[in-house]
């Protein structure tokens, strides 16, 4: 510990001095979110067009009235066909469908009390385009959480409406709460990618890994002092970020969350950083480093979702954008933000940043160099 602290002190040092990591690890995060929260700030929300079809005639009016207040949903009403038809057209999000006989069967479990036996339910339909995934689970998943609101005022008793179990989304956001986790997402990326693969090329391009290598240092100590920085680092630009969409554009981030937040920012930095690590054994110098990091930097940033659904990029592109790792970042990070709808699952997204992780570690460690190869 007593060589750890002077070492990770060093990093700071070293790390401060060099411009070009300082601009992509904090100055080019802090842009992106300024330039995007003064264009999408607006208080315009994300809305999504949802057909309603009432086949229960007076009785489900009751629940007309209540989609119709969702803020989220702008409802069209009409028959199942002519609604379906703007489906499969691309006009409609999803399509619910109130089916015959929901009134009685609401009126009768309110005038039973909910008692015996149990009460029949009914099952809202809900029709969805599944070329579409992404933007129908976050529907699904309005629907879920307002259905249990239904099923609390209109029976207070037991859940009688049902839908297909999604799991529960914010009913309320803005272009800019969308955009800050993917923001975020990217700094942790250009952190491995800039903060970590840069400096380390310079110091190995300057003969001073090298050197360092050479102390009676443990090496495992050295290394362990730069990746610890970077998690600090990590951990500061996510305040940093935070604090600035809170403060300047009321950004609606779920404080309750934050120590899963920083969990989830831990575990992408050291992916990335780790990432950072194996591709600086792939260039000599930091003008070839480069062109190696600027590729998928790019690839990256604008395939991966964080700054718009990936269900408006094109079907055949769709294969690269599962497998980009930024993707399941942004996509992890919106969720435990703002508890918002998620594109794949929580176990999904760990277990692709986590093969990331260990194939990225796996490679560094095999390729990693003190000293210039000649």
């Known amino acids: 510990m007593k060589a750890f602290i002077p070492l990770f002190l060093a990093d700071v040092r070293e790390f401060v001095r060099d411009r070009t990591a300082l601009f992509w690890t904090a100055a080019f995060p802090v842009m992106f979110i300024f330039l995007f929260g003064v264009i999408f700030s607006g208080d315009d929300d994300i809305s999504f067009s949802i057909g309603l079809v009432n086949e229960d005639g007076p009785g489900g009016e009751q629940l007309v009235e209540s989609f119709q207040a969702i803020e989220a949903f702008e409802i069209t009403t009409g028959t199942r066909e002519a609604e379906l038809a703007a489906l499969k057209d691309g006009d409609r999000a999803a399509v619910i469908v109130i089916p015959s006989g929901t009134g009685s069967t609401l009126a009768r479990v309110v005038n039973t009390g909910g008692g015996n036996p149990a009460p029949a339910s009914v099952a809202l339909g809900v029709y969805y385009d599944p070329a579409n995934q992404s933007r129908a689970q976050i529907v699904l998943n309005i629907i879920d959480k307002v259905v249990s609101g239904m099923n609390q005022g209109i029976t207070g008793i037991t859940p009688v409406l049902t839908v297909e179990p ?93 120590p899963l937040v920083a969990l989830v920012v831990l575990f992408g930095a050291s992916m990335f950083v780790t990432l950072g690590y194996f591709l600086s054994t792939l260039a000599n110098t930091e003008d070839a480093l480069q062109g190696i990091v600027g590729l998928p930097n790019f690839l990256f940033m604008f395939l991966s979702g964080i700054f718009f659904p990936v269900d408006m990029m094109p079907e055949w592109i769709r294969p690269v954008v599962n497998v980009i790792p930024l993707t399941y970042l942004g996509d992890l990070l919106r969720k435990t933000m703002l508890e918002a709808g998620s594109y794949y699952s929580t176990l999904t997204s760990v277990l692709v940043l986590g093969g990331w992780l260990l194939v990225s570690a796996l490679l560094a460690l095999r390729f990693f160099r003190w000293e210039q190869q000649g």
């Open 166 to 258: 999604q799991q529960v989304a914010a009913t309320d956001l803005r272009n800019i709460d969308y955009l800050l986790p993917g923001i975020l997402a990217m700094s942790l990326m250009q952190l491995g990618l800039f903060g970590t693969a840069g400096p380390l090329v310079s110091l190995r391009e300057k003969g001073v890994l090298r050197r360092m290598g050479a102390t009676p240092l443990n090496r495992a100590t050295l290394l362990s002092s730069q990746v610890a920085f970077r998690m600090v680092l990590a951990l500061c630009q996510t305040a940093l970020l935070i604090g600035v969409g809170l403060l300047v554009f009321d950004v609606r981030v779920d404080l309750v969350n934050l």
